[in-house]
Nanobody
Framework: VQLQASGGGLVQSGGSLRLSCLAS????????MGWFRQAPGKEREFVAH????????????DYADSVKGRFTISRDNTKNTVDLQMNSLKPEDTAVYLC???????????WGQGTQVTVSS
């Protein structure tokens, strides 16, 4: 399993970025996908989650309170990608953003290498 995150960069406060995670898993639609972030000196924290096509997570989308109304998670099961559209970025959003995939049959969790997002004030 490989998860390749991209789209990070440097942006001014109030700006936008779109992250994308390409997953080499099959069948992609059967995995729940998520985004987490980790800032220097801080623990990894949940950002957003999107459920698999079927099963108990189907149709489910969740966000951390800190990003609700600003971030949108989406997935394209034909392209094996999960995206995170980030609007109205704040300096406190600065972190390495990582995507993960959860195999709902085995509960195995897979992580990508992350992409750096830096928001300047």
């Amino acid at each position: 399993v490989q998860l390749q995150a991209s789209g990070g960069g440097l942006v001014q406060s109030g700006g936008s970025l779109r992250l994308s995670c390409l997953a080499s898993i099959h069948p992609f639609s059967m995995y729940a996908m998520g985004w987490f972030r980790q800032a220097p000196g801080k623990e990894r924290e949940f950002v957003a989650h999107i459920g698999a096509r079927i099963g108990w997570t189907a149709g489910r989308i969740d966000y951390a309170d800190s990003v609700k109304g600003r971030f949108t998670i989406s997935r394209d099961n034909t392209k094996n990608t999960v995206d995170l559209q980030m609007n109205s970025l704040k300096p406190e959003d600065t972190a390495v953003y990582l995507c993960n995939a959860i195999d709902l049959e085995t509960s195995a969790v897979f992580w990508g290498q992350g992409t750096q997002v830096t928001v300047s004030s």
